[in-house]
């Protein structure tokens, strides 16, 4: 009840290509869903963040997209640089409560 | 830079002693959080306290403890310690309780076990 699912567990794309990550969770008690960026060396970084009223939400190259019905989510980076060369971790948590639970991470690769 | 500093960034020390890691969140945040983030478990969510009081727990071992105190900087304590406790530990810190509220990670404390 508590697991969220990440997929893939790495990813390569070329520079200007689109990298799309996917969640799926199964607590239905989850109204809050994040995505946060890891660099070698640092700490997560709040990426993006998505409510379950919205089916999709874009802040510059970042795009979430969430289904309820079918209690998954997804990252899209589109026009991908090698500066996004990083970790990304999808996350939830329910209101009223911070306890994240993390996806396994997904390693992304941005080839020149 | 989050604005949640940990110390010690690494520590390296051996089976059966004890280690504390301390944190001190972004200025006005009133909650704390402790991960563990290792390779076979990824990022695992240990304690939260809200105030200087434990507001949830998560996967922490009986041998781990943690406080918050009045100046609302934070302490895990490690004790006992097994080689499988060599993970990257992460102090976040919000301004508030409830989800949405984003939450801000340090840099993490390397603990390596030997």
């Known amino acids: 009840q508590q697991q969220v699912k990440q997929s893939p567990q790495s990813l390569i794309v070329q520079k200007g290509g689109i990298s799309i990550i996917n969640c799926a969770y199964e607590n239905t008690a989850f109204d809050y869903f994040p995505w946060y960026q890891q660099f070698p060396g640092k700490g997560p970084a709040l990426l993006i963040a998505?409510?379950?009223?919205?089916s999709e939400k874009k802040e510059g190259r970042f795009t979430i997209s969430f289904n309820k019905s079918a209690k998954q989510f997804s990252l899209h980076i589109m026009d991908s640089q090698p500066g996004d060369s990083a970790t990304y971790f999808c996350a939830a948590t329910d209101t009223g409560f911070q306890k994240l639970v993390f996806g396994t991470g997904t390693r992304l690769l941005v080839s020149p | 830079d989050s604005g949640v500093t940990q110390t010690p960034k690494h520590l390296i020390t051996a089976t059966g002693q004890r280690v504390t890691l301390r944190c001190s969140p972004r200025?006005?945040?009133?909650?704390v959080y402790w991960y563990q983030q290792s390779l076979d478990q990824g990022l695992q969510f240990l304690i939260q306290?809200?105030?200087?009081?434990?507001?949830a727990k998560g996967n922490i071992l009986e041998r781990f403890s943690a406080q918050q105190f009045p100046d609302l900087h934070s302490e895990l304590n490690l004790s006992s310690l097994e080689l499988g406790d060599s993970a990257l530990y992460f102090c976040?810190?919000?301004?508030?309780?409830?989800?949405?509220?984003?939450?801000?990670f340090g840099e993490g404390s390397w603990l390596t076990v030997v």
């Open positions: 998505i409510r379950p009223d919205v």
């Open positions: 200025s006005g945040d009133l909650s």
């Open positions: 306290y809200y105030n200087g009081e434990e507001r």
């Open positions: 976040a810190s919000s301004s508030l309780l409830g989800a949405g509220n984003t939450i801000y």
